[in-house]
């Protein structure tokens, strides 16, 4: 889980991409704060063939990134 709250891309980008780097998760969650980060961090694992789904969850979103 990377809580990337408060955060501006593309520093939520940078956060998923040493985690993906690092341990080659099969699922990661991802805690963003705007549809920016959303954006971003979709088209990022996306890239890295990951399947990306987004929940909201009152001014958050909960993005879950799978293999």
Do not use: H
């Not at 955060?7 to 341990?23: A, F, G, H, I, L």
């Not at 920016?36 to 879950?64: I, P």
């Amino acid at each position: 889980m990377i809580d990337a709250r408060g955060y501006s891309c593309p520093m939520p980008v940078v956060m998923v991409q040493n985690e993906v780097k690092k341990n080659a998760p099969d699922t990661l969650e991802v805690l963003v704060d705007s549809q920016t980060c959303v954006e971003n961090v979709t088209r990022f694992g996306e890239k890295q063939g990951y399947t990306v789904s987004c929940a909201s969850e009152g001014g958050d979103f909960r993005l879950t990134l799978k293999k």
